[in-house]
């Protein structure tokens, strides 16, 4: 009888994990998700829901002790830790990115911490690209200091800018990965599997690997066949009216009975006017002068709107960058309102069947503050969306990650056991008061 391979389980960690997007990518591939560390509460419960068999800490990862962390893991000793440090202290849209006083920008040094202590394979962290030509004051760039970090950890580091339509996403969405390995990797990132339809050039027409690539879905391919919806209609659960049309749809809908999240905005008859005036590209500084915003607290005409806001798709063409504040960006190719939650998933390649829950939107986060409403002060689920990391990008990034360190894990299952047994030791009395989901 010939000798059956057993592929050890890869398990996974994810840190700044929000509602698991990430994770369930590195799922999609094969891993196996056995925790998660997040900050707000409704990420938390969200993440719960979708990874039950996962432990969900929820807590400040800078608040933990390394004896916290070598504890609450030690018995599982992932193979690799992925995370999202939040990126706005780094993002384009942040006129002070980069700022050294911006405390989410210390949060890079928790992701390395997390290295030094669980001793990971693989570490694997998404940002913004943004993040390639940020200085500190001293003129050192932040990515030099996160590599060179990684290393004296001993990690080979690599890193790269991905687009998420080159494999299969619907949606214009560049983001930094930085990846962290043991061992040198032959190819660290994996290659293009999609083209857009329509850009390819004389040069890509003659390169015979152009040819072995599938066409990214558009918009419209991702939400056609979800119900019409207009403004102030729908449910958080509610049954589908029609079947898939295409391939992409097939996927996300799987074998899943029940539509979540598809609820659409409470818009004013004004903004629905508003919206009804716009064609395909227009924006808010292109409807007539008496539907434009107002000033705040007013009846007049503002001078000036910000030209990302309201912004109707062309169904034939990516979607722009699900952000996490897209209930206000982008209205619907033919509805007059703003996509709902369960439109923006699909065009961020979560399946129908991961639930976000939370309220779907919530007021400012300062306005919370100063009325002392800070029960509501955590992520709805706009904001969980847009925060994640495209699903289907994860599972190619996991995917290609897996194919290189298999031998790795088969010739080193004695020393990952070592490694449990020193941590096992190095958190087992140690008590901890941080709340685990």
């Known amino acids: 009888m010939d000798k059956i391979t057993v592929i050890p389980t890869v398990k996974v960690l994810d840190i700044f994990a929000g509602a698991g997007g990430f994770s369930l990518g590195f799922k999609m591939a094969g891993c196996e998700v056995i925790g998660a560390i997040e900050l707000d509460r409704w990420a938390c419960d969200t993440f719960s829901y979708n990874h039950p068999l996962a432990t969900v800490i929820k807590a400040d990862i800078s608040t933990l002790s390394d004896e916290d962390i070598a504890l609450y893991f030690a018995n599982f000793s992932p193979d690799i830790v992925i995370g999202g440090p939040p990126c706005q202290g780094f993002s384009i849209a942040n006129r002070k990115a980069g700022d050294p006083r911006d405390p989410r920008n210390s949060l890079f040094k928790d992701f390395a911490r997390i290295g030094r202590i669980l001793q990971p394979r693989l570490m694997v962290m998404e940002n913004v690209p943004n993040l390639m030509t940020v200085k500190t004051n001293n003129g050192a760039l932040v990515i030099d200091l996160i590599t060179e970090t990684l290393q004296n950890l001993g990690y080979y580091t690599y890193w790269k800018v991905l687009q998420a339509t080159d494999f299969g996403v619907p949606q214009i969405r560049n983001r930094l990965f930085l990846v962290a390995s043991r061992c040198d990797l032959a190819s660290p990132f994996p290659e293009p599997t999609h083209y857009i339809p329509g850009q390819k050039t004389q040069k890509d027409q003659l390169n015979p690997d152009v040819f072995q690539l599938e066409p990214c879905p558009m918009l419209w391919d991702a939400i ?214």
């Open 224 to 437: 056609s066949d979800l119900p019409e919806l207009a403004a102030k209609e729908g449910n958080e659960e509610q049954d589908y009216v029609s079947s898939p049309n295409n391939k992409y749809q097939r996927l996300l809908r799987g074998d899943c009975s029940i539509l979540y999240n598809h609820k659409a905005m409470n818009h004013t008859k004004r903004m629905v006017e508003r919206f009804s005036a716009m064609k395909w590209g227009h924006s808010v500084n292109d409807v007539p002068a008496h539907l434009k915003p107002r000033k705040r607290n007013s009846q007049q005409i503002a001078s000036s709107a910000y030209d990302q806001n309201n912004r109707r798709m062309h169904p034939e063409k990516p979607c722009h960058t699900i952000p996490a504040s897209f209930y206000a960006n982008f209205v619907h190719p033919y509805s007059d309102r703003n996509f709902t939650a369960r439109e923006g998933a699909r065009i961020q390649s979560f399946p129908d069947s991961y639930r976000f829950l939370g309220k779907p939107t919530v007021v400012s986060h300062k306005l919370l503050a100063r009325e002392g409403r800070d029960e509501e002060k955590y992520l709805c689920q706009y904001n969980q969306i847009g925060n994640a990391v495209p699903p289907l990008l994860a599972k190619a990034i996991a995917k290609n990650l897996l194919q290189q360190i298999q031998k790795d894990l088969f010739s080193n299952s004695k020393e990952a056991k070592n490694n449990v047994d020193t941590r096992k030791q190095f958190g087992a009395e140690r008590k901890s008061s941080v709340q685990v989901s």
